[in-house]
């Protein structure tokens, strides 16, 4: 993720406009300074397989996976889910009285055995979250092949995380009012702290490194993951275990979300329809939880250990809207500066995005703003790039969305295979782009995007690339040897 100078982009102050605001214009001159700035160094098509050699420790890969969601606990059953369009989405099983609300439909994970991850006494007390986390840790180390031994203090972890978690609180505060304080459970603080899951990964696995959480609404794990190739970049870790997590269901969730309106409410006899980003009827989105982990480590450190490898991270972008606590910028207008931001620090123009991962939650102003975000960014482009909500399976997983969507990213370009938006059924003629309705679409990806936005206008973008493997001499003398005989056959 090499470090480029930014472009001077259009600055102007805009007026309002009958209270919309107006992106800087002309959106012509932001994509040509974008094309300008980055020069002789725009990635050439095809894609050269390497950049320089001596360029491998400022290069950050995807070498592990871990996921625990809605629609699987593993990455195999996940990614499975995800290419058929299988919904992970039920009535809710955590919430007894989800009745007495008007929504009655969630992304919980299901048939999760945190004993299956870490010892019994020490899975009860720890929060949901942190078990899921601990669980898509040791996911990840195992899928990376790194074992932790004599390099603990060069490994780091970096979390996002939305909240802190709403289930032990709630619990908690049912005994303080029930039977008083002195009943509330000594684990309650530990297990209620946002910075909890990061610090239970490091004290289960014994990382010694960097430790940190970023807690940015639903941004929150697409930053860590773009902080933690920072952390790499400066050399203050070899390896970093980053992603996020989220638990939040609960009835105070189901509560509070419900009193700002923000969750789908018209299809509860239909769960599995009730997500559905940039159709026409959707009508809020599904609360969901869940977690997912990537490795990320320079290149240089991943070749020398012979470490298997997913993808690249091209480049991260973030931004604020400095708009509004909860609704997003009308025109999207943060969005697509942390998009573009992305594209210059990736030295990628917006026609070498095959896919975009979209935020998309299934709120009629949320996938609306989206929309108008991505046009600005891609211009005369927009149109043309396939574009889909994983959300429409699994719900959003707020703080731990942008984890797991950054997992489902790294495998659609493994699998050359773009996972769909399912219940698309009646088209919204004000979000026209091509959100691949309903069936997966097999495609030659090469460079992808993920969006992550979150209340108070919080804006993250992470663009990744494919990895096609270097053969060695040997092997490519190998494949040249195989290659002439079937030729003399």
Not at 272 to 283: C, I, N, V
Not at 395 to 406: K, P, Q, S
């Amino acid at each position: 993720m090499p470090r480029t100078p930014r472009a001077e982009l259009a600055r102007t102050p805009q007026p309002l406009v009958d209270d919309i605001v107006v992106l800087p214009a002309p959106l012509e001159a932001q994509l040509e300074a974008l094309e300008e700035t980055l020069g002789d160094n725009v990635l050439e098509q095809p894609l050269p397989e390497l950049l320089a050699e001596d360029e491998a420790d400022r290069r950050i890969v995807v070498t592990g996976l871990g996921v625990v969601s809605p629609v699987g606990n593993d990455v195999p059953s996940f990614w499975d889910s995800l290419s058929h369009g299988r919904s992970g989405l039920a009535t809710f099983t955590l919430i007894p009285n989800y009745k007495a609300y008007p929504a009655h439909v969630g992304a919980e994970v299901k048939g999760f055995e945190p004993r299956d991850f870490m010892d019994f006494k020490e899975a009860r007390r720890i929060s949901r979250a942190s078990q899921f986390a601990v669980a898509a840790a040791q996911q990840a180390l195992a899928d990376a092949k790194l074992t932790v031994g004599a390099q603990a203090d060069e490994i780091g972890v970096l979390f996002g995380c939305g909240t802190t978690s709403f289930p032990d609180t709630e619990a908690a505060m049912r005994v303080l009012m029930e039977k008083g304080g002195t009943r509330v459970s000594p684990f309650f603080m530990t297990a209620a702290l946002p910075n909890m899951p990061a610090c239970q990964v490091a004290i289960t696995l014994g990382l010694r490194g960097y430790n940190s959480t970023i807690s940015t609404a639903c941004a929150a794990s697409s930053q860590a993951i773009g902080e933690a190739a920072e952390v790499l970049l400066r050399g203050d870790a070899e390896v970093m275990l980053t992603g996020g997590v989220e638990a939040p269901i609960c009835e105070l969730t189901l509560a509070a979300f419900g009193a700002m309106r923000a969750l789908s409410t018209a299809f509860n006899d239909r769960p599995e329809q009730a997500s559905r980003p940039f159709d026409r009827d959707r009508d809020g989105f599904v609360a969901g939880e869940g977690a997912a982990v990537l490795v990320l480590e320079t290149l240089a450190h991943a070749q020398r250990r012979g470490a298997p490898i997913y993808a690249e991270l091209l480049g991260y972008g973030a931004t604020s809207d400095a708009y509004h606590v909860t609704s997003p910028d009308p025109v999207g207008r943060g969005a697509a500066q942390a998009i573009t931001r992305a594209l210059r620090r990736a030295r990628v123009l917006p026609q070498q995005i095959d896919y975009i991962n979209a935020h998309a939650t299934s709120t009629p102003a949320g996938d609306l703003s989206e929309t108008q975000a991505i046009k600005a960014a891609f211009g005369e482009y927009a149109s043309t790039i396939p574009i889909s909500s994983t959300k429409s399976m699994m719900g959003h997983l707020t703080g731990g969305a942008g984890a797991v969507e950054a997992a489902a990213v790294v495998l659609a370009l493994k699998h050359s295979l773009i996972p769909p938006t399912i219940n698309y059924e009646t088209p919204d003629p004000e979000c026209d782009l091509d959100c691949v309705p309903n069936v997966a679409r097999p495609a030659n990806l090469e460079i992808a995007m993920s969006n992550s936005f979150g209340f108070g206008g919080q804006n993250a973008t992470l663009i990744f690339r494919k990895w096609h493997p270097r053969l060695s001499p040997g092997e490519r003398a190998l494949e040249s040897g195989i290659e002439g005989w079937l030729d003399e056959q």
